[in-house]
Nanobody, 118 residues
Framework: QVQLVEFGGGLVQPGGSLSLSCAAS????????MAWYRQAPGKQRDLIAK???????NYADSVKGRFTISRDNAKNTLYLRMNSLKPEDTAVYYC????????????WGQGTQVTVSS
């Protein structure tokens, strides 16, 4: 059972920056892909950034150019660098991993709160 633990959430002013980390309990090298989702109060959980095993990335239009997803296979860690934060970025951010071994397995972190407010 893979465990994912997020770090780095908090309160930041509009225009500020914040970095999130997601530590995995085992090697992420073989993970098919990893991603960051977020869920604002009363809204569905949305995919905002994805990175494949090969390092290809995709972003939601709402964060493109402001957020950067990356992974460090040696440290078994996924990152999300968030710049130019806006109040509408306020949400709980979740780390996600997909592993395909005969079947597809989905793993989620517990979430970390990011609040953008002055």
């Amino acid at each position: 059972q893979v465990q994912l633990v997020e770090f780095g959430g908090g309160l930041v002013q509009p225009g500020g920056s914040l970095s999130l980390s997601c530590a995995a309990s085992e090697s992420i090298f073989s993970f098919d892909h990893m991603a960051w989702y977020r869920q604002a109060p009363g809204k569905q959980r949305d995919l905002i950034a994805k990175i494949t095993r090969g390092g290809s990335t995709n972003y939601a239009d709402s964060v493109k150019g402001r957020f950067t997803i990356s992974r460090d296979n040696a440290k078994n860690t996924l990152y999300l660098r968030m710049n130019s934060l806006k109040p509408e970025d306020t949400a709980v951010y979740y780390c996600y991993a997909e592993i395909i071994m005969l079947s597809k397995y989905d793993y989620w972190g517990q979430g970390t709160q990011v609040t953008v407010s002055s």
